[in-house]
């Protein structure tokens, strides 16, 4: 009924930078909050970002001054810019959404859609 598909990984030397995508289709209504975590080998998933429909975003401490966050509402993507980047930010990055959406002729809320993730390596 509704996917999200995330693009842009790779590797990277550190201090370069890579433009995270994810895209939602499907049968949806609309997108309230989007946002980019990240899980590193043996690590705990990490909240990176978030971005609502309208208002302020928020950031780690850890990717605060080096990531933004931004949204396409009609393109249903939201997309993480990353510069600076460090080793230490090697891990898979995955997206995070709050969708409603249409199933059997009824709205429904799944306020945890997840993408597949991207791998994402700095070397040093």
């Known amino acids: 009924q509704v996917q999200l598909v995330e693009s842009g990984g790779g590797l990277v030397q550190a201090g370069g930078s890579l433009r995270l995508s994810c895209a939602a289709s499907g049968s949806i209504f609309s997108i309230n909050t989007m946002g980019w975590y990240r899980q590193a080998p043996g690590k705990q998933r990490e909240l990176l970002a978030v971005?609502?429909?309208?208002?302020?975003?928020t950031y780690a401490d850890s990717v605060k001054g080096r990531f933004t966050i931004s949204r396409d509402n009609a393109k249903n993507t939201v997309y993480l810019q990353m510069n600076s980047l460090k080793p230490e930010d090697t891990a898979v990055y995955y997206c995070?959404?709050?969708?409603?959406?249409?199933?059997?002729?009824?709205?429904?809320?799944?306020?945890?859609?997840w993408g597949q993730g991207t791998q994402v390596t700095v070397s040093s």
């Open positions: 971005i609502p429909t309208t208002g302020r975003t």
């Open positions: 995070n959404a709050d969708i409603r959406y249409w199933s059997g002729g009824s709205l429904r809320t799944n306020p945890n859609y």
